[in-house]
């Protein structure tokens, strides 16, 4: 367990289910069911939180946890790495849907003095790996957090803000949490993560059953990440994408580490039972188009990265319209101002 307290605090609003649709950011689809239901302003309901909950804090304190942390612990690795690029120190930082500390055990005190860590299960707070820096693990809802305005200097996430419902509403609370002059990293799954094993189980289905449900939740578009930052109110923002392909020996070893990850699916449409024939026919499906020649076969996970700053009066700002002195018309013409003994490596 790290070093700090657990506090176990909850937003009063955490038990509320308002689970909803972010409308336009999906990927295909969604069928309504009976479990879902609007929010405010038509936002329809697709993730069950509790249900998440569920899977999050059985796949923790399972005695083998460790064994399927390897995605979080590259993309924490790959996080803290943005970290250190910024040259400063960050007195107190926020990592939200922090599981086992994924991130915190790449960091030092040279960098972050002090950690806020929030999950919503108890049982991957309660097991967090150890980290110099002194934490607190605080028990909340990612979609409600805690925190007074202007409260961190540095806000992270790593592979969670993908089970939130209202992305937008989201990004503007991590917005209102940050100091002026704070930054906000994250990392999420893409739109392209494990399409190998959505089109297998959809044909599998398509051919046994004559229809098929989603099985793999829906993912945001990285074309939207830039805007929902920006309608929070971030500037100097980064967005880019990553992918990592991890060979399994079939794919219901690929299900069973998806299980132990806690990333089973939780939309409210899901189907609740796969029928075996089914499971066979999409295994075989997997392993005729996309594996390996040495029998193993793909997963592909997608990661967006994103940085956003919270806007300060110290920071850069662009250049005035109509201030330029040289136009782009006169790229072609460089060399006419280059010397010729410089352009010919001449001193």
């Known amino acids: 367990m790290s070093t700090g307290c657990l506090c176990l605090l909850a937003s009063a609003r955490s038990g509320v289910r308002r689970l909803h649709w972010r409308a336009g950011l999906g990927i295909g689809r969604i069928r309504m069911s009976r479990s879902a239901s609007s929010g405010p302003g038509g936002v329809v309901n697709v993730f069950d939180r509790v249900m998440k909950r569920k899977q999050k804090n059985w796949a923790a304190a399972r005695l083998e946890a460790a064994h399927y942390d390897y995605l979080r612990e590259e993309v924490g690795g790959r996080i803290a790495d943005r970290i250190f690029d910024i040259t400063r120190i ?8 922090c599981g086992r500390g994924y991130i915190a055990q790449y960091l030092n005190k040279e960098t972050v003095e002090r950690i806020f860590q929030v999950d919503i ?3 991957a707070l309660k097991n967090t790996v150890e980290s110099e820096i002194p934490t607190c693990n605080i028990l ?10 202007d409260m961190f200097d540095l806000v992270v996430s790593s592979l969670s803000l993908h089970w939130v419902n209202d992305l937008p509403r989201a990004f503007r609370q991590i917005y209102h949490v940050l100091k002026p002059d704070g930054v906000f ?14 089109c297998s189980l959809q044909l599998a289905e398509q051919e046994r059953e004559g229809g098929f449900s989603p ?16 309608r929070a109110g ?7 994408t990553d992918e990592i ?16 990850m806690g990333e089973s699916n939780c939309c409210w449409n899901r189907k609740p039972l796969l029928h075996r024939e089914t499971m066979v026919a999409a295994a075989a499906i997997y392993q005729e188009i996309y594996g390996n020649s040495d029998g193993s076969v793909p997963a592909t996970f997608q990661i967006y990265y994103m940085i956003g700053w919270k806007p300060h009066g110290s920071q850069a700002k662009p250049a005035k319209r109509g201030s330029a002195t040289v136009s782009f018309g006169d790229l072609g013409k460089v060399n006419e101002f280059v010397p010729e003994a410089k352009r010919k490596g001449k001193t």
Do not use: C, W
């Open 140 to 149: 909340a809802d990612e979609e409600f957090l805690p925190f007074k305005e």
């Open 90 to 97: 960050f007195p107190l930082m926020l990592d939200i849907g």
């Open 245 to 260: 392909q991890v060979n399994y020996p079939g794919m219901f070893e690929v299900m069973e580490d998806l299980k132990g």
């Open 234 to 240: 971030f500037n100097m923002m980064t967005v880019d």
């Open 185 to 198: 990293i994250g990392a999420m799954f893409g739109g392209e993560t494990l399409y190998e094993l959505r």
């Open 215 to 230: 099985h793999v939740s829906p993912f945001t578009a990285v074309t939207d990440l830039g805007n929902l930052l920006t």
């Open 121 to 123: 299960a108890e049982n």
